[in-house]
Antibody, heavy 117, light 110 residues
């Protein structure tokens, strides 16, 4: 079945960078986009951006522009999210999702906890 | 402060029905499709409703979605204790050129 398998939890110092990976299985990788969403403690869902796995087109949320980079590797069906200049308020669970279009995420990874302290 | 407005919490008894509202504007709900997600504590969100009122395979018909103008509604009938979760609406915002979510609604089944 379709799965988004994310890398393990990370602990980082303020100012550092983190790179989370997400391997897609069970479908043709290039037929969907990958969206990244996070949820900070006590907060709601927050969209960070998406990347087309077909042509590499990218859209970042304004809040993260300049601090986040999304990439894909079609040869391994893997997407990556790198967030730089980490702050304590970046502590959150980061989810990769399969984007089915029209802003919908139909399959979610289990999440990667990033703790900045 | 979320662009989409949801009530912070709703509650109802087992077996009853509940609705969760999501209010937006013409730049988001008014001209784009709405999705709904369920997040049970400690787990990842799952998609409940897409394209305003469609259910993915495996989602029971106790869950329904509707949209009117710049608002959307999630309905849940035959409430079960397992439905206790946070529920989020989401859509595309044409002004922001990005996906937006509501602030989330915590459902308690009393």
């Amino acid at each position: 079945q379709v799965q988004m398998v994310q890398s393990g939890d990370e602990a980082k110092k303020p100012g550092a960078s983190v790179k989370v990976s997400c391997k897609a299985t069970g479908y043709t990788f290039t037929t969907y986009a990958i969206s990244w969403v996070r949820r900070a403690p006590g907060q709601g869902l927050e969209w960070m951006g998406w990347i087309s796995a077909d042509n590499g087109n990218i859209k970042y949320a304004q809040k993260f522009q300049g601090r986040v980079t999304l990439t894909t590797d079609a040869s391994t069906s893997t997407s990556f999210m790198e967030l730089r200049s980490l702050r304590s308020d970046d502590t959150a669970v980061y989810y990769c999702t399969r984007g089915r279009g029209r802003g919908t995420s139909d399959v979610w990874g289990k999440g990667t906890t990033v703790t900045v302290s | 402060q979320s662009v989409l407005t949801q009530p912070p919490s709703v509650s109802a008894a087992p077996g009853q029905k509940v609705t969760i509202s999501c209010s937006g504007s013409s730049s988001n709900i008014g001209n784009n499709y709405v999705s709904w997600y369920q997040q049970i504590p400690g787990t990842a969100p799952i998609l409940l409703i897409y394209d305003n009122n469609k259910r993915p395979s495996g989602i029971p018909d106790r869950f329904s979605g509707s949209k009117s103008g710049t608002s959307a509604t999630l309905g849940i009938t035959g409430l079960q204790t397992g439905d206790e979760a946070d529920y989020y609406c989401g859509t595309w915002d044409s002004s922001l050129s990005g996906v937006i979510f509501g602030g989330g609604t915590k459902l308690t089944v009393l």
